[in-house]
């Protein structure tokens, strides 16, 4: 008699388990990617690779960033001239940053309070109180065309490439001041720090190479060149990072080649090339390092990379010309 | 009180040589750029029929607009080059003094290098005059084909493209599209026959035939309506497309959907090969004519990119080589490691056979660009950018 009892409890209990495991999955576990030509933002089940929702965004998105704490995602709208703040659970728009003119690609102090943002057209950085919305200060001079914008590990500096300018020009985004200048390789896209914020790489898209900063001498200690059999060099122009988490590896979107290049970070060598798509642009890996995606402006698709076997193991179509993508675990 | 009076003497002395010191630390570095006050391409046509009714400044088209943005963009470049950007312009009143004042100008000002929009002749004379100084001089302006293939001089360097790179991305993409059949309509200018004949040879490169050359001229006279009429001048042919070369553009305009039969139009109307065209959407470029329109109110124009892209060259000159022994423009120009963004895609840099800046041609109707030469079809032993244009082994320029 007991045990008839006991029984379907103990089923019920198993089963409403492993719906939560799995929505808690569904709802944890999901790939942002914004399409810059369409307007939207794709959502996609990590584990799936089914496109969970198509949501609205503000015009162009580009550049995304999640705040875990407050559920958020951050998407620059470059045409209307704000960041929106994308509500993860009932995926609306529940407020937008103030910006200045044409955002592009923008980061978030490491303590989550403040974002700085680069304004392309207004050779400006914007600094962000990301609680009201408001501008806290603009520093002006920051080069022609300043796009890649990223904090310090330590939350003290701003370093933002300068693609007209060629250099990187390192900001104190509390003081509003230009710190140093160093001169880069032809047209720098994105930059990113290695793990112990040692080095800060540098994506140079028109002379084909990766420069490595020492960030305490602000000097280059290492220009990373790119040669693959079959690939002109013109056609090797290298934009995003996505730097794994256990310190040990880059992966460089290198845009009209259609590859990433695999490079060592401890050697600077470049190990392997892996094939994605046409103009491969943004990059994104997963907290373990198994998985890493990127998105093709070209051919409107996502390539999911399995970075063992180090080659594309799926191709999703998203909206038009996907700009960046951002994973959320 | 006298004390403190002497104290806020010897301050302000002691803040004003600071000043002066921070004002010394850059040296002025002038750049030249010189054109003439009567210049038959800024006249009357050229842009539309309608501008002559309109209030524009004629003056105001030329390409110094360009110079100035990139006067304005190479500032940021002064922090790393140590030096201040000063742009000084002359326009020439007196054609046939022109080479000496620009002479006395370079002189006067401590110039060290220059930009020239001129026509092909009165470019020629400047640069042998000046050719003693060793200043390096950038064509922005005159596309002639023979300063590029025989009459060169080792101190002249384009960034405006020659009428062979622009023909060549014509036929690239004719040849792409299999339109191999073309008429040719050419105008009564002696520039009109010298594009026309760049065509002809760019024909023979890629394989296109040329059914007919016909002359066309500008009137309603019905005696010679052989040569004003349209259904005449592209009747009684078979074609895939028609070329017309008209520099003043009033004749042909009126070409496209015009034609006897249904044909493409390319050439100085219709599809037409360009260095630089505003709706150009990729690579930068919206950036650049977006800071160029909200400096000058208008368009930005092949001539205005290539006067722009010289400033944007001297300054990647001087921040990457001033440092090095012997520096001098006309070496670090044509070297290995010279490498110069145009926001067109690849890079770009000098041939050094000729000193004409390596580019994409942006082939465009009046409002958007279809397609870009080279076309990926035509590959090049080392660089696909030399697919188009007089290439090392037909230039006599290095010889």
Same mark, same amino acid.
């Given at each position: 008699m007991t045990l008839k009892i006991i029984k379907p409890n103990f089923i019920i209990i198993f089963i409403s388990a492993l719906v939560l495991l799995i929505s808690s999955n569904v709802k944890a576990d999901r790939v942002v990617i914004s399409n810059e030509g369409s307007d939207d933002i794709t959502i996609i089940d990590l584990n799936t690779y089914e496109i969970l929702n198509t949501i609205e965004s503000g015009n162009r998105p580009r550049d995304m960033h999640y705040i875990p704490g407050t559920n958020s995602l951050l998407v620059a709208a470059s045409e209307d001239d704000t960041i929106n703040v994308i509500d993860m659970k009932t995926l609306k728009i529940i407020g937008n940053l103030e910006t200045g003119d044409d955002p592009e690609i923008f980061d978030i102090s490491p303590d989550g309070k403040v974002a700085v943002?680069?304004?392309?057209?207004?050779?400006?950085? =914007?600094?962000?109180? +990301?609680? =009201?919305?408001?501008?806290?200060?603009? +520093?002006?001079?920051?080069? +022609?065309?300043?796009?890649?914008?990223?904090? =310090?590990?330590?939350?003290k500096y701003v370093f933002i490439t300068s693609e007209g300018t060629n250099t990187i020009i390192i900001i104190d985004p509390w003081k509003g001041e230009i710190v140093e200048e160093v001169l880069v390789g032809n047209r720098p896209r994105r930059g990113a720090f290695n793990k112990n914020g040692e080095e800060y790489w540098v994506t140079n898209e028109l002379g084909g190479t990766v420069s490595v900063i020492d960030t305490n001498t602000f000097l280059i200690k290492h220009t990373i060149n790119f040669e693959k059999k079959g690939i002109r060099s013109s056609e090797i122009t290298p934009v995003d990072f996505a730097m794994s988490n256990n310190g040990n590896l880059a992966y460089i979107t290198l845009g009209r080649s259609k590859h990433v290049a695999v490079v060592n970070t401890n050697n600077y060598e470049v190990i392997d090339y892996i094939l994605a798509g046409s103009r491969v642009w943004g990059a994104a890996i997963t907290a373990d390092d198994k998985t890493l995606i990127v998105t093709n402006g070209q051919s409107d698709d996502i390539s999911i990379i399995d970075t063992d076997k180090r080659a594309s193991i799926k191709s999703i179509a998203v909206g038009r010309t996907p700009h960046t993508v951002r994973i959320i675990e | 009180m006298r004390i403190i009076l002497l104290k806020l003497v010897i301050i302000v002395l002691f803040l004003s040589s600071i000043n002066s010191l921070y004002a010394d630390e850059k040296e002025? *570095? @002038?750049?030249?750029?010189?054109?003439?006050?009567?210049?038959?391409?800024?006249?009357? !046509?050229?842009?539309? /029929?309608?501008?002559?009714?309109?209030?524009? @400044?004629q003056l105001y088209k030329r390409p110094i607009a360009g110079a100035r943005l990139g006067l304005k963009d190479i500032k940021p470049f002064q922090r790393m080059a140590k030096v201040k950007f000063k742009l000084m312009s002359l326009r020439i009143k007196n054609i046939d003094t022109a080479a000496n004042d620009i002479l006395n100008h370079i002189n006067s000002n401590n110039i060290k290098i220059i930009l020239l929009d001129l026509p092909v002749t009165k470019l020629l004379n400047v640069v042998n005059k000046i050719s003693n100084l060793n200043i390096a001089v950038i064509n922005i302006s005159s596309k002639n084909n023979e300063l590029r293939s025989s009459n060169c001089n080792q101190n002249l360097f384009h960034t405006i493209p020659s009428e062979r790179m622009l023909s060549d991305s014509l036929?690239?993409?004719?040849?792409?599209?299999?339109?191999?059949?073309?008429l040719m309509l050419t105008g009564p200018l002696e520039i009109d026959k010298a594009k026309s004949e760049s065509f002809i040879e760019s024909a023979k490169q890629f394989g296109l035939k040329i059914i007919d050359n016909r002359n066309f001229l500008l009137g309603n006279d019905p005696r010679a309506r052989d040569q004003n009429d349209l259904d005449f001048l592209t009747g009684s042919a078979k074609y895939d497309a028609?070329?017309?070369?008209?520099?003043?553009?009033? *004749?042909?305009?009126? $070409?496209?959907?015009?034609?006897?039969?249904?044909?493409?139009?390319?050439?100085?109307?219709?599809?037409? /090969?360009?260095? !630089?065209?505003?709706?150009?959407?990729?690579?930068?470029?919206?950036?650049?004519?977006?800071?160029?329109?909200?400096?000058?109110?208008?368009?930005?124009?092949?001539?205005?990119?290539?006067? !722009?892209?010289?400033?944007?060259?001297?300054?990647?000159?001087?921040?990457? *080589?001033?440092?090095n022994e012997n520096f001098s423009f006309h070496d670090s120009f044509v070297s290995e490691n010279f490498k110069l963004d145009g926001s067109k895609g690849p890079v770009l840099s000098f041939r050094k056979w000729n000193r004409q800046l390596r580019q994409p041609i942006m082939l465009s109707t009046? @409002? !958007? $660009?279809?397609?870009?030469? /080279?076309?990926?079809? *035509?590959?090049?032993?080392? @660089?696909?950018?030399?697919?188009?244009g007089i290439d090392s082994k037909t230039s006599k320029c290095s010889k």
């Amino acid at each position: 008699m007991t045990l008839k009892i006991i029984k379907p409890n103990f089923i019920i209990i198993f089963i409403s388990a492993l719906v939560l495991l799995i929505s808690s999955n569904v709802k944890a576990d999901r790939v942002v990617i914004s399409n810059e030509g369409s307007d939207d933002i794709t959502i996609i089940d990590l584990n799936t690779y089914e496109i969970l929702n198509t949501i609205e965004s503000g015009n162009r998105p580009r550049d995304m960033h999640y705040i875990p704490g407050t559920n958020s995602l951050l998407v620059a709208a470059s045409e209307d001239d704000t960041i929106n703040v994308i509500d993860m659970k009932t995926l609306k728009i529940i407020g937008n940053l103030e910006t200045g003119d044409d955002p592009e690609i923008f980061d978030i102090s490491p303590d989550g309070k403040v974002a700085v943002v680069s304004n392309e057209d207004d050779n400006e950085a =914007t600094v962000i109180d +990301i609680k =009201t919305g408001k501008i806290i200060r603009v +520093i002006e001079d920051v080069g +022609i065309e300043p796009e890649g914008v990223n904090f =310090t590990p330590d939350g003290k500096y701003v370093f933002i490439t300068s693609e007209g300018t060629n250099t990187i020009i390192i900001i104190d985004p509390w003081k509003g001041e230009i710190v140093e200048e160093v001169l880069v390789g032809n047209r720098p896209r994105r930059g990113a720090f290695n793990k112990n914020g040692e080095e800060y790489w540098v994506t140079n898209e028109l002379g084909g190479t990766v420069s490595v900063i020492d960030t305490n001498t602000f000097l280059i200690k290492h220009t990373i060149n790119f040669e693959k059999k079959g690939i002109r060099s013109s056609e090797i122009t290298p934009v995003d990072f996505a730097m794994s988490n256990n310190g040990n590896l880059a992966y460089i979107t290198l845009g009209r080649s259609k590859h990433v290049a695999v490079v060592n970070t401890n050697n600077y060598e470049v190990i392997d090339y892996i094939l994605a798509g046409s103009r491969v642009w943004g990059a994104a890996i997963t907290a373990d390092d198994k998985t890493l995606i990127v998105t093709n402006g070209q051919s409107d698709d996502i390539s999911i990379i399995d970075t063992d076997k180090r080659a594309s193991i799926k191709s999703i179509a998203v909206g038009r010309t996907p700009h960046t993508v951002r994973i959320i675990e | 009180m006298r004390i403190i009076l002497l104290k806020l003497v010897i301050i302000v002395l002691f803040l004003s040589s600071i000043n002066s010191l921070y004002a010394d630390e850059k040296e002025s *570095f @002038n750049i030249g750029y010189y054109d003439l006050e009567k210049d038959i391409r800024y006249d009357e !046509w050229g842009v539309h /029929p309608v501008d002559i009714r309109s209030n524009t @400044n004629q003056l105001y088209k030329r390409p110094i607009a360009g110079a100035r943005l990139g006067l304005k963009d190479i500032k940021p470049f002064q922090r790393m080059a140590k030096v201040k950007f000063k742009l000084m312009s002359l326009r020439i009143k007196n054609i046939d003094t022109a080479a000496n004042d620009i002479l006395n100008h370079i002189n006067s000002n401590n110039i060290k290098i220059i930009l020239l929009d001129l026509p092909v002749t009165k470019l020629l004379n400047v640069v042998n005059k000046i050719s003693n100084l060793n200043i390096a001089v950038i064509n922005i302006s005159s596309k002639n084909n023979e300063l590029r293939s025989s009459n060169c001089n080792q101190n002249l360097f384009h960034t405006i493209p020659s009428e062979r790179m622009l023909s060549d991305s014509l036929a690239q993409y004719l040849s792409d599209k299999k339109w191999r059949k073309v008429l040719m309509l050419t105008g009564p200018l002696e520039i009109d026959k010298a594009k026309s004949e760049s065509f002809i040879e760019s024909a023979k490169q890629f394989g296109l035939k040329i059914i007919d050359n016909r002359n066309f001229l500008l009137g309603n006279d019905p005696r010679a309506r052989d040569q004003n009429d349209l259904d005449f001048l592209t009747g009684s042919a078979k074609y895939d497309a028609v070329y017309v070369s008209d520099t003043h553009k009033e *004749f042909s305009y009126r $070409v496209p959907f015009a034609t006897h039969i249904p044909s493409a139009v390319i050439g100085s109307s219709g599809l037409t /090969p360009r260095a !630089w065209h505003w709706s150009y959407l990729r690579h930068g470029a919206p950036q650049v004519h977006g800071r160029f329109e909200r400096m000058n109110q208008r368009r930005m124009t092949e001539e205005d990119w290539a006067a !722009w892209i010289a400033m944007r060259a001297i300054a990647e000159a001087l921040v990457r *080589f001033k440092d090095n022994e012997n520096f001098s423009f006309h070496d670090s120009f044509v070297s290995e490691n010279f490498k110069l963004d145009g926001s067109k895609g690849p890079v770009l840099s000098f041939r050094k056979w000729n000193r004409q800046l390596r580019q994409p041609i942006m082939l465009s109707t009046d @409002n !958007w $660009v279809t397609s870009i030469a /080279p076309l990926e079809s *035509f590959v090049h032993r080392e @660089n696909n950018l030399d697919t188009i244009g007089i290439d090392s082994k037909t230039s006599k320029c290095s010889k």
